[in-house]
């Protein structure tokens, strides 16, 4: 392939690092692209739409969403087995929202979500094996078996939460305590767009703007509040803009190196002493907003079609980092093959794994408890209290 033919298949913009890698290296230690422009609100500067990645983090960001990616799929078949039961959210279509995020992670950051919580319990060092098995009730999982979807744990992740919008004061008061603490850190808070009318978001805002908590709260907007598109739930759908007195970000959420850019200045920015800021990371969801929910009452197959196929996260960054020679497509084919592998013990140990026995019921739920039994379904059955293990995150 000649240079001519080269810059009729790509732009200018991104053949430079296309030509680079191919005259002056065959494997370059990094490339240089170009991201979306960011949206800003009350905010002079933002983060820089230019941005360097290396081929050991190209390798990272792909293995991490292409494992999220396996095991969602995993976790909706051991549902539809009927495995898994009670509610079950994927995060299939969003990995570069989490994975862009956590790629700039400092060792205080903390981070709390809703109930999309399978990617982020595996990025907070979780292995598959165990997010699997929690899913499945047994005693591998996280959580021993008893959290199930939305209730999963790790050092500096304090969990999916099932109560709409409820993590965005906790988000905050993690914040604040860090700040107290002075450990430099800064809170992740995320929520969606349906949890962004919930008035306890705006109280949390208020607080935060208040006090200049260290708080960054990430609105992903993946357009669907349950089965009602966002335009028809908020009258303002510039999520981004509606911490009104906080500046805030619009970023591409399908685009994991944007994201990873607004994560890198929103922690700057927090940690620096300026108080709050807001993203919004615009997504999709392939899946319903369960698995009870089909997913195709309120939107059609080709819409969803379109978006993988033009917009899709993993497919999108699998085309740029093969284009810009960070990687090749042998390398990526192997690492699919490794991850599938993966997967696919993990579901076998899940299936296999054991629930808790029955006296183990009560145990963890204090940390330090005042009184041995707990009650039971009536005042007249109680439960001895044992503890199992430590509180992961209590201080």
Same mark, same amino acid.
């Given at each position: 392939?000649?240079?001519?033919?080269?810059?009729?298949?790509?732009?200018?913009?991104?053949?430079?690092?296309?030509?680079?890698?191919?005259?002056?290296?065959?494997?370059?230690?990094?490339?240089?692209?170009?991201?979306?422009?960011?949206?800003?609100?009350?905010?002079?500067?933002?983060?820089?739409?230019?941005?360097?990645?290396?081929?050991?983090?190209?390798?990272?960001?792909?293995?991490?969403?292409?494992?999220?990616?396996?095991?969602?799929?995993?976790?909706?078949?051991?549902?539809?087995?009927?495995?898994?039961?009670?509610?079950?959210?994927?995060?299939?279509?969003?990995?570069?929202? =989490?994975?862009?995020?956590?790629?700039?992670?400092?060792?205080?950051?903390?981070?709390?979500?809703?109930?999309?919580?399978?990617?982020?319990?595996?990025?907070?060092?979780?292995?598959?094996?165990?997010?699997?098995?929690?899913?499945?009730?047994?005693?591998?999982?996280?959580?021993?078996?008893?959290? *199930?979807?939305?209730?999963?744990?790790?050092?500096?992740?304090?969990?999916?939460? *099932?109560?709409? *919008?409820?993590?965005?004061?906790? *988000?905050?008061?993690?914040?604040?305590?860090?700040?107290?603490?002075?450990?430099?850190?800064?809170?992740?808070?995320?929520?969606?767009?349906?949890?962004?009318?919930?008035?306890?978001?705006?109280?949390?805002?208020?607080?935060?703007?208040?006090?200049?908590?260290?708080?960054?709260?990430?609105?992903?907007?993946?357009?669907?509040?349950?089965?009602?598109?966002?335009?028809?739930?908020?009258?303002?759908?510039?999520?981004?803009?509606?911490?009104?007195?906080?500046?805030?970000?619009?970023?591409?959420?399908?685009?994991?190196?944007?994201?990873?850019?607004?994560?890198?200045?929103?922690?700057?920015?927090?940690?620096?002493?300026?108080?709050?800021?807001?993203?919004?990371?615009?997504?999709?969801?392939?899946?319903?907003?369960?698995?009870?929910?089909?997913?195709?009452?309120?939107?059609?197959?080709?819409?969803?079609?379109?978006?993988?196929?033009?917009?899709?996260?993993?497919?999108?960054?699998?085309?740029?980092?093969?284009?810009?020679?960070?990687?090749?497509?042998?390398?990526?084919?192997?690492?699919?093959?490794?991850?599938? =592998?993966?997967?696919?013990?993990?579901?076998?140990?899940?299936?296999?794994?054991?629930?808790?026995?029955?006296?183990?019921?009560?145990?963890?739920?204090?940390?330090?408890?005042?009184?041995?039994?707990?009650?039971?379904?009536?005042?007249?059955?109680?439960?001895?209290?044992?503890?199992?293990?430590? =509180?992961?995150?209590?201080?």
């Amino acid at each position: 392939m000649n240079g001519f033919s080269i810059l009729r298949k790509h732009s200018f913009k991104n053949v430079l690092p296309l030509y680079e890698s191919r005259f002056f290296s065959s494997t370059p230690a990094e490339a240089t692209f170009e991201t979306k422009p960011f949206k800003l609100h009350k905010l002079e500067n933002g983060p820089s739409p230019t941005v360097t990645l290396s081929s050991e983090d190209a390798i990272k960001y792909y293995k991490q969403m292409q494992t999220i990616r396996r095991m969602e799929t995993a976790a909706g078949n051991l549902y539809k087995e009927k495995i898994v039961r009670g509610f079950c959210h994927l995060y299939s279509g969003q990995e570069a929202c =989490a994975v862009g995020m956590k790629a700039m992670f400092r060792d205080t950051d903390s981070i709390i979500t809703a109930y999309r919580a399978h990617g982020w319990t595996y990025l907070m060092g979780v292995d598959p094996f165990n997010v699997l098995s929690e899913l499945t009730g047994h005693k591998s999982g996280s959580s021993r078996g008893k959290g *199930g979807s939305m209730h999963m744990y790790a050092k500096n992740f304090y969990g999916g939460n *099932g109560i709409v *919008g409820a993590q965005v004061p906790l *988000g905050t008061g993690i914040a604040l305590a860090a700040k107290y603490s002075g450990t430099g850190g800064v809170c992740f808070t995320l929520y969606g767009d349906g949890a962004a009318n919930q008035g306890q978001v705006f109280e949390a805002f208020n607080i935060a703007k208040l006090l200049d908590i260290p708080c960054v709260y990430v609105c992903e907007n993946n357009g669907y509040g349950m089965g009602t598109s966002s335009s028809r739930a908020s009258a303002s759908v510039a999520y981004y803009t509606r911490g009104d007195y906080i500046p805030g970000i619009w970023v591409d959420g399908m685009d994991i190196l944007a994201v990873r850019e607004a994560a890198r200045f929103a922690i700057d920015y927090c940690s620096s002493g300026k108080g709050p800021l807001v993203l919004e990371t615009e997504t999709y969801r392939y899946s319903g907003h369960s698995m009870s929910d089909p997913g195709t009452s309120y939107r059609t197959r080709d819409e969803v079609q379109e978006v993988r196929q033009t917009r899709d996260p993993i497919t999108s960054f699998k085309e740029k980092i093969i284009g810009a020679n960070l990687v090749n497509i042998d390398e990526l084919t192997k690492i699919d093959s490794e991850i599938k =592998a993966q997967i696919d013990d993990a579901v076998k140990r899940a299936k296999a794994d054991t629930e808790i026995p029955l006296s183990e019921l009560a145990g963890d739920v204090y940390s330090k408890p005042l009184e041995t039994t707990i009650r039971g379904v009536s005042p007249f059955q109680s439960l001895e209290h044992m503890n199992i293990g430590p =509180a992961v995150n209590l201080r």
